[in-house]
């Protein structure tokens, strides 16, 4: 008996699954087109119709309007791109500040929800509950409304020293920059380098003679005496440019408006409660053997949790905890509705001003996009280092 | 060597009675010293805030929607009048004050249908046809234009019954699109996997309000022209959108957690790609993507406040409407607040009470 | 996979669609409105005076009336108007769009709204100016008192823009605080959180009388920082449309020039002599075939809502809630801007 040689497969039959999977690509990709091809004439001949004109040569021209606020001078003759950059440069001012408060904020209340106390058991759970289940909206608003109503006005403004609180923000004196502060900020730069030279030495030490040497308050001291000596190296300037209290406002110094601060409070604590529940569960996902073995070892409770739960832990903590982060950074984006001039609410104006509705929104979330990616960018690349890879 | 001689040595006293509250309070609340001391600080903290706080919000608070009686009382307690004269205006928008009849009944329908889509007794083939019924029923209720009931156009839709509308529906539509992007992620074929990713990793990075804005001023420009469509279907197709990329990665996670084993030996006993995919996949991964759905979900009922931004007067559209023209109610706008603060928190918390009760009964097929 | 073959596929494909072009046709509006049997106007979502919808939802106001009276004139019927509330952000891309016909919304005439938006200016309806209102306790009288201070204001309007141009002009280096919601930009002035709120003079006397908690607590400063013409906009491309909606709010002006009122429309049409007036009213030439409607368009029109000095008294005048005198919005010839083109 011979053995009959294999029936060739055709290649462009359509029992190939080669040739099928093919064949609906061809199609999803000819679909996908049209629609997009449908979508953009539509929109080309409706702006032609309507003799809407488009491009983005309209970020060169000048604004036309000023903004409440900003972390560097803009003033309204200047372009609509350095307005654009305004927006982001709030946007990413109340982000970063959200992130690190949020974090230290729903780390305390994660880690408090495992304490010996039952009452403080309870506020962490009531709080994380009460927060979580309203929205962001709801709550920015609410928060917007308690400062503006509840907060005294500027003539009777709180006032604690050169700190002044009231319906017009809380103001703080700033430094009037001079030679001493770049002698100053050089000393830092120094002292941190020197405190990393001492990270170095000192976990050498106790890989050598196993003697734990403080590994956090040394360096910040190195840090701080540092940047210390050269200050008063540089002729120790102490003038301070102070908020003065006018007839309508608070003039001079720096400023927290209303808006920001509401930003913050509303989006700190929304955040916080979502990240709580996430500390949470990477620490619940710790087995108890690994505390138990810990204490058996003779390892004290600061000791244990550093080098035993936060490890194994982190592993279970950093991505949702990177899905918080963009969430909050999004959620910024809410600042449209209380006034705080983030980059939605510049565009928001563009957009009115010029009739651009398609480049200005194009342009808001390419910029999202970027900030998401590099977020994303980020975390991942700390999670790779910090987080233990099982083998 | 003397021999052992049995030392009797006394009996222990009983263990201490570890149970009863007495016991409780000693283990939970003043186990050391640390432990004491904060509850008595904290334990201090609320008693000083609490009771003033419960003076203003109930004991003191004025019920009944006298202007008078409230801007007497306006520094030291709470005027829960505003609500009593304004609900109406705030749970059903502005649909037409006789008509406020049928937004009640289609709400009532649609949140019972909700519930008893959440009990096991219910989960029978008839379900799927049920809510088509009860989805006519509150179209037809709400628009009306037929069946002898007034017209009321859509943007007249408000408040509460529209953001149940918007919820459900956008989650009801997103979840096919999800699974089909979710499988097309994870598919052999590169042009639909790169579709598909790009699509998730565009939705997902940029914010709902640009998407809305997306919504209410490009899509009229990207029809053909003489085209118009309702504001509220463009609102829900955005909302629509949004979602089926967040459950797209809520669904994949599922999809990955599925061992490989499964497709394999489904491979081999002949099953055909969407054979193995309707019966053996999904089933596994969407019972352990469950507690995720629903805090999709619960995302999703809170997110709905943000059309109040495109000029849909949902419930936080609403309360505004209500409060800011009226000059009388205005310094009461922060109890408005509150009250729709409770009612949000009311179905966030029953959802997330209802998702931990799902997760438990689907760990109990992994309990031995 | 073979990324090549499916490279090359994409390719034709994509060369084959954009061989096809689509067919672009603007929308003829006057068909548009005959055919829905209704007006869509695009109106504010609620500004006593000028467009605010009671608890009942009956619309009134200005800007209210010119849509009725371009639905009378146009469809015979002045309750055949679809009133479709816009915010500031919306009213502009609305009517690009087309989804409404006509905006009567306040809406200032400006050069950039006129040549690149896409929009046509008709005829306005009412003069007005930027001012601002401030707190009597706070004891400023005059604009250039603002020096340094907080000023609301609502984002999306011409308003922003010419606080900036009047800061800059007058150095007064103003801050401001922009909302994307008039009632969240007035709610934050009575808390407190500026000492100033500006819009046009109109919008302040309606926001005082209706929405602060104590009307005489407040002040509008005398200086109106800007010129603000108001009127209503249709979209450009339809030039039928422009010249109906145009020769509505001119019949309206003339009529009150020449001493129609809305209770005597029939009487003049069957008795008057006066050869302009029996123009108007469609008893002597037929001005209503020229722009595609029918005689008694005008005649429509003015027993909906009576002529513009009758508008102007019901809903803004002296006697009304929002108490504003005729000022510039009078007749060209008792001192006033109202200068109706001939209908003839």
Redesign the interface.
């Known amino acids: 008996m011979s053995l009959k040689s294999a029936p060739k497969k055709k290649r462009w039959s359509w029992r190939s699954q080669?040739f099928r999977?093919?064949i609906y690509?061809?199609v999803a990709?000819?679909v996908i087109?049209?629609g997009v091809?449908?979508l953009a004439?539509?929109t080309l001949?409706?702006?032609?119709?309507?003799?809407?004109?488009s491009g983005f040569d309209f970020l060169n021209q000048p604004a036309?309007?000023?903004?409440?606020?900003s972390l560097f001078p803009f003033d309204?003759?200047e372009s609509y791109w350095r307005a654009f950059w305004v927006g982001l440069a709030n946007t990413l001012r109340v982000a970063v500040v959200g992130i690190i408060l949020a974090t230290l904020l729903g780390t305390v209340i994660g880690i408090g929800r495992f304490s010996r106390n039952a009452l403080v058991r309870g506020l962490c759970s009531t709080y994380v509950e009460c927060f979580r289940n309203i929205p962001v909206l709801l709550q920015l608003l609410m928060w917007y409304?308690l400062l503006?109503?509840m907060l005294p006005?500027i003539q009777n403004a709180w006032q604690a020293g050169p700190f002044f609180l009231s319906?017009?923000g809380f103001n703080y004196p700033i430094p009037i920059w001079q030679a001493g502060h770049a002698w100053a900020l050089a000393g830092l730069v120094i002292g941190i380098a020197l405190a990393w030279l001492y990270h170095g030495w000192a976990r050498r030490q106790f890989e050598a003679t196993g003697i734990i040497k403080s590994m956090f308050w040394v360096p910040l001291g190195v840090v701080l005496a540092s940047a210390l000596l050269a200050w008063l190296l540089g002729g120790a300037p102490s003038a301070l440019d102070s908020p003065v209290k006018?007839e309508?406002?608070v003039?001079n110094g720096g400023a927290l408006?209303?808006?920001f601060l509401a930003m913050l409070l509303g989006l700190t604590i929304y955040t916080a409660s979502f990240i709580s529940e996430v500390v949470r569960s990477g620490i619940a996902s710790v087995s108890r053997g690994q505390t138990e073995a810990a204490a058996a070892l003779g390892l004290d409770p600061g000791l244990e949790i550093r080098l035993i739960v936060l490890p194994q832990a982190l592993r279970v903590i950093i991505p949702p905890l990177t899905n918080q982060y963009l969430n909050l950074t999004k959620n910024s984006s809410l600042a449209?509705?209380?006034?705080y001039?983030d980059l939605i609410?510049i565009a928001?104006?563009a957009?009115?001003?010029?009739?651009r509705?398609v480049e200005c929104i194009a342009i808001v979330m390419a910029v999202y996009l970027t900030i998401s990616l590099l977020t994303s960018l980020l975390m991942n690349s700390y999670n790779k280092r910090v987080a233990i890879q099982e083998r | 060597m003397s021999a052992l001689s049995y030392q009797p040595i006394l009996p222990r006293p009983a263990p201490r009675h570890a149970s009863g509250a007495l016991a409780w309070l000693r283990s939970n609340l003043f186990s050391d010293v640390k432990t004491g001391l904060s509850t008595i600080i904290l334990g201090g903290l609320l008693l000083w805030f609490i009771p003033p706080f419960l003076n203003w919000s109930l004991f003191n608070a004025v019920w009944t929607p006298d202007v008078q009686a409230c801007r007497a009382v306006q520094e030291s307690a709470a005027c829960w009048g505003v609500i009593a004269e304004k609900y109406r205006l705030i749970i059903f928008g502005?649909y037409?004050?006789d008509q406020q009849w049928r937004p009640l009944i289609a709400t009532v329908l649609m949140m019972l249908m909700l519930v008893a889509s959440c009990i096991r007794v219910f989960w029978k083939p008839w379900l799927a046809g049920s809510w088509i019924a009860v989805l006519t029923v509150f179209f037809i209720l709400m628009y009306g234009n037929s069946l002898g009931l007034a017209k009321v156009?859509t943007?007249?839709w408000g408040g509460l019954p529209l953001t149940i509308l918007l919820a459900t529906l956008s989650i009801v539509m997103a979840f096919p699109i999800a699974l089909l992007v979710a499988l097309g992620r994870r598919a052999?074929?590169?042009?639909i996997r790169v579709f598909c990713s790009l699509y998730v990793e565009l939705i997902r990075g940029v914010p709902l309000i640009s998407v809305l804005f997306m919504a209410?001023?490009m899509f009229?420009?990207f029809m053909?022209?003489?085209l118009?469509i309702d504001?509220l279907i463009r609102v829900l197709v955005g909302i629509t959108l949004f979602n089926a990329a967040y459950l797209a990665e809520v669904v994949r996670g599922g999809l990955q957690a599925v061992p490989k084993g499964q497709i394999e030996a489904a491979a081999t006993l002949g099953l055909s790609y969407w054979q193995i995919q309707r019966k053996i996949v999904l089933p596994q991964a969407l019972a352990m993507v469950v507690p995720s759905i629903v805090n999709s979900i619960i995302a999703t009922f809170k997110d709905t406040s943000l059309v109040s931004?495109?000029?849909l007067y949902e419930l936080t559209g609403a309360l505004?409407?209500a409060i800011?023209?009226d000059?009388n109610w205005?310094?009461f706008?922060l109890q408005g607040y509150m009250f729709i603060a409770i009612i949000y928190f009311i179905f966030c918390f029953s959802m997330s009470r209802y998702s931990q009760w799902v997760e438990r009964q689907v760990n109990k097929s992994k309990l031995r | 996979?073979?990324?090549k073959?499916?490279k090359a596929?994409?390719a034709v494909?994509?060369t084959v669609?954009?061989l096809i072009a689509?067919p672009?046709?603007?929308?003829k509006t006057l068909d548009?409105v005959k055919a829905h049997g209704q007006v869509v106007c695009g109106v504010h979502?609620?500004l006593a005076g000028f467009s605010a919808?009671d608890?009942?939802?009956k619309w009134a106001g200005l800007d209210v009336d010119i849509c009725r009276a371009v639905a009378a004139a146009v469809l015979g019927n002045s309750e055949k108007v679809?009133y479709?509330?816009?915010?500031?952000?919306?009213r502009?891309?609305a009517l690009?769009?087309?989804?409404i016909d006509l905006l009567s919304r306040n809406t200032t005439f400006t050069l950039?709204r006129d040549a690149?938006?896409?929009l046509n200016d008709t005829v306005v309806t009412y003069y007005d100016g930027q001012g601002f209102i401030v707190p009597k306790r706070?004891k400023?009288t005059s604009a250039k008192q603002l020096k340094?201070?907080?000023v609301?204001v609502q984002?999306?309007?011409t308003t922003?823009?010419n606080?900036?141009?009047y800061?800059?002009a007058n150095n007064l280096n103003?801050?401001?605080?922009?909302?994307?919601?008039e009632?969240?930009?007035?709610?934050?002035y009575?808390?407190?959180?500026c000492?100033s709120y500006t819009t046009d003079a109109s919008g302040l006397a309606s926001i005082r009388n209706?929405?602060?908690?104590v009307p005489a607590d407040h002040l509008i400063l005398p200086e109106l920082v800007s010129k603000e013409p108001l009127g209503p906009m249709v979209?450009?491309?339809d030039d039928e449309w422009f010249a109906i909606v145009k020769w509505v709010i001119y019949g309206l002006i003339e009529a009150e020039e020449y001493g129609i009122t809305q209770a005597q429309v029939d009487q003049l049409k069957a008795s008057s002599q006066n050869p302009a007036v029996k123009r108007i009213l469609g008893s002597g030439d037929d001005t209503g075939k020229l722009l595609g409607l029918d005689k008694d368009w005008m005649s429509n029109a003015l027993k909906a809502t009576g002529n513009y000095g009758e508008i102007f008294e019901r809903n803004v005048g002296p006697k009304s809630a929002l108490g504003l005198p005729r000022g510039l919005n009078n007749q060209w010839n008792k001192g006033g801007l109202m200068y109706a083109y001939p209908l003839r």
């Open positions: 080669a999977g093919l690509q061809i990709i000819g087109v049209l091809w449908f004439s539509n001949t409706n702006m032609r119709v309507r003799g809407i004109q036309g309007f000023s903004i409440g606020e309204s003759a409304l503006t109503e006005s319906k017009g006018g309508f406002s003039e408006t209303p808006e449209v509705a209380i006034g001039p609410s928001n104006t957009m009115n001003q010029t009739g509705a | 502005r037409p004050f156009p943007d007249s052999d074929l590169p042009a209410s001023f009229p420009l053909p022209p003489g118009t504001v931004i495109v000029s505004d409407m800011n023209a000059a205005k310094p706008k | 996979m073979n990324l073959k499916l596929a994409a494909v994509a669609g954009t689509a672009a046709q603007a929308g548009a979502t609620g919808a608890s009942a939802g679809k479709v509330p816009l915010t500031a952000q919306q502009l891309t690009q769009s087309g989804e950039t690149s938006l896409g706070s400023i340094n201070q907080t609301c984002s999306g309007t922003e823009k606080l900036t141009d800061s800059k103003i801050k401001t605080v922009v909302f994307e919601k009632e969240a930009a007035t709610a934050a009575f808390a407190g959180r000492i209706k929405v602060a908690p979209r450009r491309g």
